[in-house]
């Protein structure tokens, strides 16, 4: 039998993958799965790449991540439930949708409780971040690192929001926790919990007139092609985590795990330099595809609207007033 250059580079490249298993045969690669919402070239997508590239290096093969993206594996909520059971092995998830299984995480949801992105990253990297931490890892997830989300803003395909009554009337999407309902009806607006996936159909189609989100999400589901005004009310400030199940966390060596939670860190890091440019890049993507974008002159107008909002959550969980007020104070 004559062998073709085909051939040949098979019979080579098989010998190659052959010798590269054996090599790596007595570590046994564990491999992860994780989960992520966003498409390639998101900021978050690209620093979950670089964690998954890095921890396979550091622990030379020991665990290989490899990250999913555009929640092929599941919407938010049951990605965190997988991860909770290890059906999953890591994510990055936005802490709102988790409000409804973490409790604690509700504090992080409620609408200006933070000042600013800096703010809220002085409160996560300290001690009242571990808190939160120790809430999730309670409920089997290993919070290693916080990530940004910047600040969400209302958009919608009829008009400027500059005071709550702009809102009237108006259908909006919100991420699936009870909270965003209050936060939105407080406004004056009718709240629609869907998942992300729904959203862009929904708003084209007009079952929805609105939605909320930071820039770079905004513009990379595409919702400002059908939503045309944007509207910086800067209603909510929530961190997200980089995830790991409790279950592959506790899998790890300790070695393995001092590797996974350092490049968690370097993950965020880089995230959160990316967040800043990708931002601004959306924005301008979006201005220049015909957004409107209006400054809300009077802030204080929305947040007098959220004391029933706080108030209710006080009455429903007075254990964590102390939280709410220490990083009220933290500022
Ligand atoms: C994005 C978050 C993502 C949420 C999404 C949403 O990064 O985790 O699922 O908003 O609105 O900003 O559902």
């Known amino acids: 039998m004559q062998t073709t250059t085909f051939m040949k580079k098979t019979l080579c490249a098989t010998a190659v993958s052959a010798a590269m298993v054996s090599m790596s045969l007595p570590a046994l690669a564990d491999s992860w799965r994780g989960w992520n919402i966003h498409p390639p070239g998101y900021p978050n997508t690209e620093a979950l790449e670089a964690f998954a590239e890095n921890v396979a290096e550091k622990t030379e093969g020991r665990v290989e991540p490899q990250v999913y993206n555009n929640a ?17 092995d890591f994510a990055n998830f936005n802490m709102g949708p988790m409000g409804p299984i973490v409790n604690e995480t509700n504090v992080l949801s409620l609408p200006f409780i933070f000042s600013s992105v800096d703010h809220m990253h002085e409160v996560m990297d300290g001690e ?3 808190r939160f931490a120790d809430a999730l890892a309670e409920k089997n997830l290993i919070a290693l690192s916080w990530f940004d989300s910047g600040a969400r803003s209302l958009y919608n395909t009829s ?8 809102v009237e009337g108006l259908k909006i999407r919100v991420m699936n926790n009870d909270l965003y309902v209050e936060m939105i009806e407080a406004m004056g607006g009718n709240a629609t919990p ?18 909320e989100n930071n820039y770079p999400s905004f513009e990379s589901s595409n919702h400002y092609e059908v939503a045309n005004y944007y509207s ?18 506790e899998a790890l060596s300790e070695e393995d795990q001092k590797i996974v939670r350092e490049e968690a860190i370097k993950a965020s890091e880089m995230q959160r330099q ?13 201005e220049d595809a015909g957004v409107e974008i209006n400054e809300v002159e009077d802030k204080s107008a929305f947040q007098a609207k959220m004391d029933p909002v706080y108030a ?9 007033e102390d939280l709410i007020n220490a990083i009220r104070s933290s500022n």
């Open 274 to 286: 990316l967040w800043v440019e990708g931002s601004k890049e959306s924005r301008q993507i979006v």
């Open 232 to 249: 910086l009310t800067e209603h909510l400030i929530i961190p997200e985590c980089l995830c790991i199940a409790k279950s592959s966390w």
């Open 194 to 211: 869907m998942s992300y996936g729904e959203v862009y159909q929904s708003l084209k189609t007009g079952v929805l007139d609105g939605a």
């Open 128 to 130: 009242i971040g571990q």
């Open 72 to 88: 092929v594996l599941g919407d938010q909520s049951d990605a965190i439930e997988q991860t909770r059971s290890g059906a999953l």
């Open 159 to 166: 008009h400027p929001v500059n005071t709550p009554e702009d």
């Open 312 to 320: 209710g959550f006080i009455e429903e969980n007075p254990e964590l």
